[in-house]
């Protein structure tokens, strides 16, 4: 007799990988009713509740009663006993930091502002701070804390962590962030765009949630955008996947701070749009220009849709390659409501090749200013590994162990990654 638990189509391994599929579920969704839970891994009702059942008994997932197309139901979330995770967004003047546990609750959260060019040094430093501030405000250890999520606002090669395209952010080239973060907080650390996980977050939680494909179009102080295909980020080699604020529109335009002269950020970007104020405004700030174009303001209102027609060109080039179902806009600019994604808009439909059977949806992020830390969360929650592995001894009540198989693509509690 083969006593190898492990063995490929035993009903051991069977039932190992129908565990791994509720529990990765769970953490994706972040809680799902039982009849949630068949529909989205395709086992029988029959077979969640049993698996569930083992889950609770190891501690890897709690129930709660709620309902359902008003009827009871049981709803099922990993335990908040597995630990928390960390997401921080590094903005071109801010700085938020979140924790969150596995149901993708933010349990806690803070920002601060940080100067125009800060220094990486004092960044990381401040994140570090905020992060065992905000454990120490929930009353949890460090040894609570399982994975950080980082998001910066430049091109990532999430395999190193480091930034892939220089002078996006001064002095922070050449930098494996991750790496550097890991160091300061003894914890596994990955690190990605912005946009990029602000698509991610969407896709799972906001407007882009019941679809496939999907664009997250980021506008702020600087354009970039996240790109989403079959439920995955896709970022390309090297992470430059999604970089329209850097596509040229002008050749003969100002140089850009990626090198380039004449990119689509040098016209849309805030210091773009702040100097076309200049002489009628004075000087503004993006928040001053957003706070007057909503209180009607019609030179802020047209600099706004001006930079939602350029962009929305920007973006029909890369729909018509990709062709995604919706495209969700947000960022600080997307404040402003259809002020920006009404222009946004019309020259996505105007650039793109009629499609009369599924026309792309251009909508406003749903997730708002949360977008990119949320996305930073689910980073970390998709890089921790989760044990599902549960055995339990004959007559015993509760698990004797419990282990996970090895994931190259993952982190583990004892390990980091850049």
């Known amino acids: 007799m083969n006593n190898d638990r492990s063995t490929p189509g035993s009903q051991t391994s069977l039932r190992e990988a129908n565990r791994t599929r509720i529990v990765d579920a769970v953490k994706r969704y972040g809680g799902l009713t039982q009849v949630e839970l068949a529909e989205a891994t395709g086992l029988s009702t029959a077979t969640v509740s049993t698996i569930v059942k083992e889950l609770t008994q190891a501690g890897v997932v709690d129930t709660r009663p709620t309902s359902r197309s008003g009827r009871r139901a049981l709803k099922v979330t990993l335990a908040r006993q597995l630990g928390l995770v960390a997401g921080i967004q590094f903005g071109h003047r801010h700085l938020k930091v979140a924790l969150g546990d596995f149901g993708r609750t933010i349990v806690a959260e803070q920002q601060m502002p940080l100067p125009v060019d800060h220094r990486v040094d004092t960044g990381l430093d401040r994140a570090a701070l905020l992060v065992m501030d905000l454990l120490e405000r929930v009353g949890a250890s460090t040894d609570e804390l399982l994975t950080v999520g980082m998001a910066l606002p430049a091109p990532v090669d999430i395999s190193t962590g480091m930034i892939s395209v220089r002078g996006i952010m001064r002095g922070w080239d050449d930098l494996h962030v991750g790496q550097v973060m890991s160091k300061r907080l003894a ?73 380039n002269r004449g ?26 220009v957003i706070s007057r174009a909503l209180a009607g303001d019609p030179g802020c209102s047209r600099v706004v849709a001006d930079a939602g027609d350029r962009i929305g060109i920007a973006v029909a080039t890369l729909a018509s390659a990709m062709n995604p179902q919706v495209i969700v806009v947000g960022g600080e600019l997307a404040e402003t409501g259809e002020i920006l994604a009404g222009p946004l808009r019309d020259a996505v439909r105007r650039h793109l090749v009629p499609n009369t059977i599924a026309p792309v949806e251009v909508v406003l992020s749903e997730l708002g200013p949360q977008a990119e830390v949320m996305g930073a969360l689910a980073l970390a929650l998709q890089s921790t590994d989760v044990a599902s592995d549960v055995r339990l001894a004959p007559g015993a009540p509760g698990p004797v162990g419990l282990s996970t198989p090895p994931d190259p693509g993952r982190t583990s509690r004892s390990g980091a990654t850049g």
């Open 187 to 259: 914890r596994p650390v990955v690190v990605d765009n912005d946009a990029n996980l602000a698509a991610l977050a969407e896709a799972e939680l906001g407007a882009a949630r019941a679809v496939r494909d999907s664009v997250f179009v980021r506008v702020s102080y600087g354009t970039g955008a996240g790109v989403v295909i079959n439920g995955n980020v896709h970022r390309g080699y090297a992470g430059t996947a999604g970089e329209i604020g850097h596509v040229q529109v002008d050749p003969a335009g100002p140089i850009c701070r990626c090198g």
């Open 263 to 288: 990119c689509l950020e040098t016209i849309v970007g805030s210091d773009a749009l702040l100097a076309l104020l200049r002489s009628s405004h004075g000087d503004l700030t993006l928040r001053d």
